[in-house]
Structure formats: structure tokens, C-alpha cells
């Protein structure tokens, strides 16, 4: 049996904490979403004005929704980019 | 009562009047539906991230309005599709928390996201802004307010305000001493006014220092 200082990893096998991701609105009960709020909006979007998914933003089903309406509110508006690369 | 906002964009090129005038009219055509108008927003001239009719800002108008049938709301899109002076407009019907969210914006409770990454005193809309909401106080205001006049209420009634200025984090000189004030008065019971009266007159006489030295900053 190979004891632990045999194993040699190429990387830490530490890295990558478990940060425990939640939703931001069930947390701080927030229950409205600003469409008008383009500064708000920008952090659930990326460079190029893509809305990110839940796996990154850690929202809830929920308020995944709410935000990609209202970011796609905010897009008809032209408070939002549909396509642009120099968003962030 | 059912709760609607609506949003639209006028040309930029028109006068202030003519962009007036156009605000005014629809505000008249709500009027006359019978409806009540709750807020008129004029969030101004604004740059567009793509342009509209060539055109690269707009004047950003949002009213808010409440009405028993939803009526209104053909005709006002109607008027406003085939107004020229007008780019784009959005109808959103609100729900509770939206009509609340909108309150709450005008009684300034909601904050603003922080653009530059220096350590925060104005409200971060995820944790202070959105928190006050829900807390019945707010923390950080109430911290700016006791940094700035700590002194003066030291000064004006002592005995009561040593007791609660152990909250006041910033003010240093009279934090000690209210740190020493509290456990005298808690520890002896009996010879309160003698321990009380000459840490008082100590910590008038420390504080005038103080407040010399911010008159003087």
C-alpha cells in the first residue's frame, strides 16, 4: 500500500476551498430586481454582455430568472449591450 | 389598484421644452384615463449601449402609475409607437415587491453599487443598502453620526451617553474612558456620584482637548 509521501500530485490537491456559494436575494431577502439598474445588472453579466449561469452566480432558480428578464429589459432599453467585447 | 411603470427614451436632439412637453403629454394622457400617477422619473440624458435611429443618448423617462383596469395600457403604447419624438418605451406591470422596491428607492433606502474598489462608508447595494431594508437600523449611518458629534454629546449629558459610547468604535480618547466608566458604575453600586463625579470632570477635561484639536483639523 503507497503511503501519502509517495503520491505526488502536479498541483495541490488543497486548492479550490469549498466556499459555500449561495443565492445573494434568498440570503439578504431581496425580492425585486431593477431592470433599470445597469450597474446592478453588470454582475451577473460578462465581458461580452452574456448573461453567466447560475453555476457561477450561485443564484437560485428563482432569481436566475428574474435577473435574465430584467437584464434582457435592460438590453431593449440600450441600458445593456446585446454583443460587445468591452463591457468589463 | 393595479401598478404599472413605464419607460421610454426621447429623442435627444429635440429642445428641453419639446422633451418636456412629450413627458407632459403622456402624464395628461394618464390623468385622463382616470389613472393616479405615483412618480415621474426623469433619469436624463443617457448614453445608449448600441445606438437607436442613429442616434448614440436619449433622455430616459420613467412613470409610475396605478389604475383599476389595465385600459390604459393599449392606448398608451398606441400613442406611444406612433409618437416620433419617442425611440423605445417598456410597460412593466409591477408586483408588490416592486411597487415596495420603488418606495424604498425614493425614501433613499436602496444603495448603489460601488463602481471603484476603495473601502466602503457609502452603502454596497448587496450588504448595507439591501440589509437597512429589512433591519429596522442601519449600522453604518448611525456609526457616521456618532463619529461626528460623539464629542458634543459627551460634553452636553455625560453620565447617560458614556454608557453608549462603548459603541463608537472610531472615537478613541472618550472610548477608553467610557470603557472605564461603565464597570465603576456597574461593580460599586454604592458610592456612584463619588466614582462617577471626578472620572466625569477627568473626561471633560480630556475631551475639550479633542475637541480643540478637531476645530483646529
Redesign the interface.
Known sequence: MASRDDIKFLSNPNIGGNEKKYC?FRK?????I????A??L??FVNAQGKILPRRITGNSLKYQKKVAVAVK?A????????V?DLLK | MKNYEV?F?VDPVLSNDEIETTSKAYQTLVKDEGCSIVNVDR?GL?Q???P?NKRSS?V?Y?IEFSGDTGAIIPKMELALRRDERIM?F?T?AL?K??V??NED?RAGKIG??K?DKKEDKKED???RG??S??SAKTPPPAAKKEEAAPVKKEEAAPVKKEVSAPAVVAASTPAPAAEVVTPETSVTPTPPAEAVAPVVAATAAVTTPPTAKSEEE
Do not use: W
Open positions: 445573494r439578504f431577502g431581496i425580492r425585486h431593477d431592470y433599470k439598474d450597474d446592478f453588470e454582475q429589459r438590453r431593449h432599453l440600450a441600458m445593456l449591450p446585446y460587445t | 419607460t427614451i433619469l443617457k445608449l449601449a448600441y437607436i436619449g430616459y420613467c423605445r417598456l412593466v408586483d415587491y416592486g415596495k422596491y428607492k448603489t453599487v463602481k447595494k448587496n450588504s439591501r440589509n431594508r429589512n
